[in-house]
């Protein structure tokens, strides 16, 4: 068991050199996921794409999972023609179109396949680093087609809230809890960026947004647009910031000076929205602290080339 530890913590610390990543992600559900997704492309000095999930999701944006799915594959390739970066449309798996049915059986879908297959070509000592950032059904599913894959990856997710926060109801979590209670309790590696209590000072503003990336190109033109947009959907008027939390995953893999974490022991997901704590459990890197300047210093500088 001792041996075991000692290989999980290896796996929970951000790694050093040039990595192997996919993406798991609700493209179409707001507009933070653009930015993530814009964000792991210009880093592809550090990071290197080899698939792209689309991600169910349903709010107001989409009818139910399937089509938030299916919207969220077409932003992905949106995303790519604005980036002049057709070649990565190859890259675009569509996912799961409806949640977990229960917590031992799979929703199967090209991206669930394709992951339960890609992590076979990694190891213990150099996994695929699976950054999620929206229900995590498809990385659930993939866990369920091949369990084998637990030793071979590294999740990092953006769901779920602070531990400390009163309630865990949170749109990527309770959308699919028994997908997210295999994320927490199968063993894998798991990095947790949680929303509320921890992430949520990850907000840009409309001048923000003008005086950074308005003008600098068309993806910049698209995201500023977009983020103003969504801004008014839901009723921001006068001094208003947006969240761009789905930044936070890319930016772990990237610098250590960008957020902190801590190993604690996994907590496990409830359906009444809770955390339940159990001190047997396994370790994972829980991070509740982020630097949002030095991570939007980054981002804008990026996107803006």
Not at 47 to 76: C, R, T
Not at 159 to 164: L, Q, R, S
Not at 203 to 214: F, H, I, K, N, V
Not at 227 to 237: F, H, L, M, P, S
Request: proline content about 5%; glycine content about 4%.
């Amino acid at each position: 068991m001792k041996h075991m530890d000692e290989k999980l913590i290896r796996r929970l610390r951000r790694p050093e050199g040039k990595v192997d990543v996919v993406l798991d992600t609700d493209t179409y559900n707001e507009i933070d996921d653009q930015f993530a997704l814009s964000y792991l492309v210009k880093s592809d000095d550090k990071l290197n794409l080899k698939a792209v999930y689309a991600a169910p999701f349903h709010n107001h944006h989409s009818s139910g999972p399937a089509d938030g799915m299916e919207k969220s594959y077409q932003e992905i390739m949106n995303l790519f023609d604005l980036m002049d970066r057709q070649d990565l449309k190859a890259l675009v798996y569509r996912g799961s179109e409806r949640y977990l049915p229960s917590e031992t059986e799979p929703v199967v879908s090209p991206a669930a396949e394709d992951l339960a297959k890609r992590a076979m070509e990694y190891t213990e000592e150099d996994p695929l680093y699976v950054l999620a950032i929206g229900a995590i059904t498809n990385v659930a599913s993939a866990i369920l087609i091949n369990p084998q894959i637990v030793d071979r990856i590294v999740i990092v997710w953006l769901g779920g809230n602070a531990h400390n926060w009163p309630n865990n109801k949170e749109f990527n979590l309770y959308q699919d809890v028994a997908a997210a209670r295999i994320i927490f309790g199968c063993g894998a590696a798991f990095v947790q960026l949680p929303c509320s209590g921890v992430v949520s000072n990850c907000a840009t503003s409309g001048p923000e947004l003008d005086y950074w990336l308005r003008g600098k190109n068309k993806l910049c033109d698209y995201l500023v647009a977009h983020t103003v947009d969504e801004a008014a959907i839901c009723g921001q008027t006068g001094c208003w910031t947006r969240v761009i939390w789905d930044i936070t995953p890319v930016a772990w893999l990237l610098d250590e000076s960008f957020m902190d974490g801590k190993l604690v022991h996994a907590p496990i997901p409830e359906y009444d929205h809770h955390y339940a704590q159990d001190e047997t459990r396994h370790f994972m890197n829980y991070i509740y602290h982020v630097d949002r300047d030095k991570i939007f210093t980054d981002l804008f500088a990026k996107l803006a080339k």
